[in-house]
């Protein structure tokens, strides 16, 4: 597991973006947690984000769209994004925008890791 890799949460709900914020923390990784959207970019060159946790439905933004520019701008394509919503048949339409993986809310905290290391491990 890569250590102190650096998190972005993008997420409107400020209670599920420090929640996972301290949940990751534990787990040894520097987090950051932002709620607007269209901060994200900017956020992974500033920061030097090594991946994103990116919610689908962002208020009045759709996350497939914020992934789709992520991966359509030469600095910030590569950067592996995992998005999150409760919306049911969510992962196709999050795939297809370029993340690299999907995660159904409700989730576990170990499958949340579970799916941060498999990223940050490939």
Do not use: W
């Amino acid at each position: 597991m890569e250590k102190n890799a650096k998190i972005l949460v993008v997420d409107d709900d400020s209670g599920i973006g420090e929640m996972l914020k301290t949940l990751l923390e534990f787990y040894d990784y520097e987090v950051f947690v932002t709620e607007k959207p269209q901060k994200t970019q900017e956020l992974i060159l500033q920061y030097n984000i090594d991946l994103v946790l990116l919610d689908m439905l962002i208020s009045g933004v759709n996350g497939t769209d914020v992934c789709a520019d992520l991966r359509q701008n030469p600095e910030t394509n590569k950067t592996p994004v995992l998005m999150m919503s409760a919306l049911h048949n969510a992962g196709p339409k999050c795939k297809e925008a370029g993340a690299n993986d999907f995660i159904a809310k409700p989730f576990e905290m170990e499958d949340l890791i579970e799916k941060i290391n498999q990223i940050l491990g490939q």
